[in-house]
């Protein structure tokens, strides 16, 4: 059985979160798959409920829970509560990541054929689309290095890295790429110059032995920053530490050129998973129906993935959402101007369940 915090949250979290369930449990059914799902307040919702963004009945449960799977949280007025600790990204996503213990965050960027005139790239460097997974060490590196601080005119940051915390990440990168049809991780580091990415190639040349059936490459982090902008297609899992991660993975996310297409999965320690689409809260769009629920369905395939261990299930929720774009249905926000009709949040969802529920 697989315990799954719900966590709506704040302006289009509830409406997009509601189709992701839905999805989830045509999945469970078709599969067979033991759910269960319970809900809690976070956020803005839950600071004007009970004064604090991460109640102590919302900690609990995601302390308890084998995967939280979140709307997003946020919006213009929680941005002025006076206290910052109380705001909802920093008084409820901050704790809720350490209470999870995540190490690992996992950005899938996919850009499907159907939706290629999104990508910002030339045309022709695009055809077929591309799928990249890029996995970003969240523990370490420069964010968390001691010392760290100001001396007067000084400022300083310090990137530590132990052996133990690129292994953890190394085998969350070989272990899905194992998964993919091309078997490949690129490592990515600045072994030229920083001692710690020395650390990180030797480590995970060590850790790539246990995987014989997957191909280990190495990159300079500048030389992927251009690449990915040159030939996106040639990457499929790309493994990186913290700092890189969070410059690459937003340089991949804008490939796809489709913000509410985006999931995210952090992973942490015993398989616990935070599932969440890496957009914000759209306050601007909340109510009206136009949110794109398809970024927090395919986090809910991550979430059957990773903390499920129902590969079938998660690949049949990707499929569904590959053929309703293949089939020219979009949302508002990814529509050209050759869409035959735009549908709202609700008839995704349906069409995403109709497809999972009968893929034939
Ligand atoms: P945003 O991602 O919420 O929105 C940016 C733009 O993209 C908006 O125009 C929005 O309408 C559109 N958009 C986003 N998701 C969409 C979807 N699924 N379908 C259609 N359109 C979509 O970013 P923002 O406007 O900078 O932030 C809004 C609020 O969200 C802020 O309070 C911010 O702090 C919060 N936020 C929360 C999270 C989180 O919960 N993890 C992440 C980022 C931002």
New binding site residues.
Partial sequence: MTHIAVLR?????PE?VEEGLKVLRAAATRFKLDLTFTEALV?GAAYDATGHPLPDATRSLCEGADAVY???????K??KIPDPNLR??RGA?LPLRKILGLYANLRPAVLYPALASACPLRADKVVGGFDILVVRELTGGLYFGQPKGWEGDRAVDTCVYTKEEIVRITRVAFESARRRPRKSVMSVDKANVLETSRLWRTTVEEIAKEYPDVTLTHMLVDACAMALCKNPQQFDVILTENLFGDILSDEAAELTGS??MLPSASLGAGGKGLF??????????AGTG???????ILSGALLLRYSAGAEEAAVAIEQAVERVLGDGFR???IAGADAPGVLNCTQMGDLVVKYVTNPN
């Avoid at 949250?9 to 979290?13: T, Y």
């Avoid at 979140?70 to 213009?76: F, N, Q, Y």
């Avoid at 136009?290 to 927090?296: Q, R, S």
């Fill in positions: 949250g704040d302006g289009i979290g997009i956020g979140l709307g997003a949280v946020g919006g213009p929680y941005d909802p990204e996503l913000l509410g969440e689409p890496s957009h914000g809260s759209a306050p601007d769009i136009k949110a794109n629920p398809l970024a927090t949302t508002a926000d």
